[in-house]
């Protein structure tokens, strides 16, 4: 069963901007320490960011929270799986929205253009 759905858009070149101008802070207070880690190298790291970026605004929309109250932004991870599937992790105040919920599974999907980066996420209860 559907618990929720969650899509965004992000325009690459306000991440572009983002990356360019924020020393790496930005970058600390939105992702994971393993996020980083994968990141791809120039010129695709923009367009990994914004795709991650989506994501997680896209899996909290889901779970019909948003970024709010005790969700942050380090509790949505967003990882590439060893076949280059993204895939969802949820640790603390996002984890204990999604067992309130009985969300067991997440579908998620992202895709860019040279200008966007989008993802949907997908809430299923098991």
Do not use: C, N
């Not at 993204?86 to 992202?110: F, H, N, R, Y």
């Not at 895709?111 to 949907?120: K, M």
């Amino acid at each position: 069963m559907i618990v929720g759905h969650g899509i965004d858009i992000v325009e690459i070149g306000k991440i572009e901007r983002r990356l360019a101008t924020a020393h790496g802070e930005w970058i600390e207070s939105a992702f994971t320490a393993a996020e980083q880690a994968q990141a791809d190298p120039d010129p695709h790291r923009a367009q990994y960011f914004a795709g991650r970026y989506a994501a997680k605004e896209a899996v909290a929309k889901a779970m019909g929270t948003g970024f709010s109250g005790d969700v942050t932004w380090h509790d949505v991870e967003i990882l590439r799986s060893v076949t280059g599937a993204p895939t969802v992790g949820l640790t603390d105040a996002a984890a204990d929205v999604a067992e309130s919920l009985g969300i067991t599974l997440w579908l998620l999907s992202i895709s860019h253009s040279d200008s966007f980066a989008i993802a949907s996420a997908i809430a299923v209860k098991g």
